[in-house]
């Protein structure tokens, strides 16, 4: 056959897979993978499309190992299995199967708990020995209320590698439970760092097996954020002592999360279903060729990722799989939030399905995502998880951009400044992000930067932020975005900054470093830029420690007082009022008697602006102060400035 008709055929045929695999027949069962007892280990995946299939078992995570070829049998509901007699524990297997006469590539299936050395084979084992001493007691702390969590985003690799961590298991899932470490100059570090800080909830960047990061040379300086997953159910390696063994890997990332919940914190796992780091090698296209995946009209397909591929959420199997994946992960490791990477990728109905479950699970969990895409979806608008529709979704919350870039500027432009670093007409935007996203009939939405009208259905639908993981740190952005501020008028704007995040409605959420003024020295997308750029540099923390004291106070006023944390958008509406201001400044005033804080009345000031402001007495009389120029200090005032860049808190009892 020659090359332009196998072409066609191939485009052809995967029309007609596309075509089929709605039809798919969907399995009821929960046990995909492997069942392990120490008398027999039962394998089953589901592959309906295959003509034939194999278990490959080996005695080696890498390497030709193998020991045993076996045929699967066919079943029901597209299901293949076995069940072999015997003791399997400590081997490694892959599943393979034949397609359209072919035999495709062998892989861990997508549900295998533990794998060896680059995620390329899974492996038998018992999960009970994976646990740490006291494990069937370990739980973590319980969240009242979604706006009561102050998040801190955090990749386990930055936060010890680093000299200045005094922290012996650099880079290690070891590192983060290590407790008594310091840098040089004697302050707190890692572990002991996140507790003194105040935050509620660790955000890890993924952890799962991701595929960028070759575990077999420890040597060579390898760095990436792992949002490319290889096996979703399973710890990464290069976090790990040992790659090779898969109990290693889960033993040493129960430990952390053991250490966290010892010291109050929990801990939230970012999660990647939206797309796989692999296409047509991944683990999901090797069994079911095409139909993990959306397709445009052409057969081709649909990459609203950005990534190559982007997963079909609404199909029953991979709706299935994101259910059963984030429940393993709470029951089995105790996770106590997720943070879903591209959350407008993944349709409405799957979400709120996963939510129900978690929440149901643990009524406490937090869950929160982005409202947005990298792209065009085939998948309409009204039935995705994007921002706009942040309402549709239940016990989920969706990050706001918009007092993100009304903060510091658009993260898509360098130079452009937001209301913290001087930009005029910034006010609306920061309105809009105070009151977390809520309708409020003081906020002009048709002068909000993004959004021209109120998305969330109650501020716990709000994730409220200035930075994280991805582009210029906030430092790193004003020195961008205002060249010509000094060293000091930059710091005054950074403060003023996480004053706004740490003030306002919803769910606070924080950057690793941002409390110490961190740097990523200008690079704007470090995902894979190694450890010189994306270490935490300990020392900051001694440069600019009355940053860092400031940002813990904050932290602790928020944890105060529920003024910060209203759970309504009633009593936002209620309680919440915004003075009229000239430019550049905005203030409100908070009903605190009315959802009982107490300070039974609030005022918060921001001047954004590069001139001083005068509070008027009217305004002030009867008041004491708890920040004055974003410093905390407690006096009674009768009239104040408000100087450049500043944050003024007032309470009354």
């Known amino acids: 056959m020659k090359r332009p008709l196998i072409i066609l055929f191939i485009f052809l045929l995967s029309m007609h897979s596309k075509a089929q695999n709605e039809n798919y027949p969907t399995y009821t069962g929960k046990d995909l993978g492997l069942t392990y007892t120490p008398t027999q280990s039962a394998f089953k995946i589901w592959a309906p499309t ?125 590192g983060l439970t290590q407790t008594g470490t310091t840098n040089k100059e004697g302050l707190a570090t890692g572990l002991d760092h996140l507790t003194e800080l105040g935050v509620t909830h660790i955000h890890l960047l993924p952890f799962f097996d991701y595929n960028s990061v070759d575990e077999t040379d420890t040597v060579k300086p390898q760095y990436n954020w792992g949002y490319d997953p290889l096996n979703y159910n399973t710890p990464e390696g290069s976090y790990a ?10 033993k040493e990332l129960k430990q952390l999360v053991q250490a966290f919940h010892k010291k109050g914190l929990a801990v939230v796992m970012d999660v990647v279903y939206n797309h796989t780091g692999l296409t047509n090698e991944s683990n999901f296209n090797q069994l079911v060729p095409g139909y993990y995946y959306r397709h445009n009209k052409n057969g081709k397909l649909s990459d609203a990722t950005a990534c190559g591929n982007e997963t079909a959420s609404e199909k029953a199997m991979m709706r299935k799989f994101m259910l059963e994946s984030v429940l393993y992960w709470v029951k089995e490791y105790h996770i106590d939030g997720f943070r879903f990477d591209l959350m407008g990728v993944h349709d409405i109905e799957t979400m709120n399905q996963i939510s129900a479950a978690l929440h149901k699970l643990n009524p406490g969990i937090l869950i929160y995502g982005e409202g947005w895409t990298a792209g065009a979806s085939p998948l309409p608008d009204s039935v995705r998880a994007l921002k706009q529709n942040a309402a549709k979704l239940k016990g989920i919350a969706v990050f706001s951009d918009d007092i993100r870039d009304g903060i510091k500027g658009s993260v898509f432009e360098a130079a452009d400044k937001g209301f913290a670093s001087g930009k005029p007409g910034m006010e609306e935007s920061i309105k809009f992000g105070i009151v977390a996203a809520t309708q409020h009939p003081q906020v002009n939405y048709k002068k909000v930067n993004y959004s021209k009208k109120a998305y969330a259905a109650t501020p716990a639908n709000t994730i409220t932020y200035a930075e994280c993981h991805d582009n210029n740190t906030l430092w790193d952005k004003l020195a961008i975005s205002a060249p010509n501020a000094t060293v000091a008028e930059r710091t005054e704007m950074h403060k003023l900054a996480l004053s706004i995040v740490l003030t306002s409605q919803g769910i606070s959420f924080l950057h690793a470093g941002t409390e110490f003024l961190r ?135």
Request: hydrophobic share 35%; charged share 20%.
């Open 50 to 174: 295959a003509s034939k299939a194999q278990l490959k078992l080996y005695s080696q995570p890498l390497g030709a190992a193998l020991t045993r070829i076996v045929d699967l049998e066919k079943s029901t509901q597209g299901i293949w299995a076995i069940t072999l007699q015997g003791n399997y524990e400590g081997s490694y297997y892959t599943f393979c199967i034949e397609h359209n006469g072919t035999w495709l590539n062998e892989v861990p299936d997508p549900y295998a708990k533990a794998v060896g050395t680059n995620g390329k084979r899974a492996m038998v084992l018992d999960l009970t020995k994976t646990n740490p001493a006291g494990w069937p007691k370990d739980k973590g702390p319980q969240l009242k209320k979604p706006t009561d969590a102050i998040i801190y985003e955090l990749h386990i690799r930055d936060a010890s590698i680093a000299a200045s961590s005094g922290i012996i298991n650099k880079g290690k899932y070891a």
């Open 241 to 250: 002592s040992n790659a090779a063994d898969g109990a290693v890997r889960i």
């Open 519 to 653: 740097s990523k020295k200008g690079i704007e997308n470090s995902y894979n830029a190694g450890d010189s750029i994306n270490a935490i540099d300990w020392h900051l923390k001694t440069t600019h420690k009355a940053v860092y004291n400031y940002v813990q106070q904050l932290i602790q006023l928020r944890k105060a007082h529920p003024a910060f944390r209203m759970t309504t958008t009633a009593q936002i509406k209620n309680n919440l009022r915004f003075f009229t201001t000239e430019a550049g400044l905005i203030g409100y005033q908070v009903n605190g008697n009315a959802v009982k804080d107490s300070w039974k009345k609030i005022q918060v000031w921001f001047n954004g602006s590069a001139g001083e402001k005068m509070l008027p007495a009217a305004h002030t009389k009867g008041f004491t102060t708890a920040i004055v120029n974003n410093q905390f200090t407690s006096t009674a005032v009768a009239g104040l400035v408000i100087k450049p860049y500043s944050c003024v808190l007032l309470y009354k009892n």
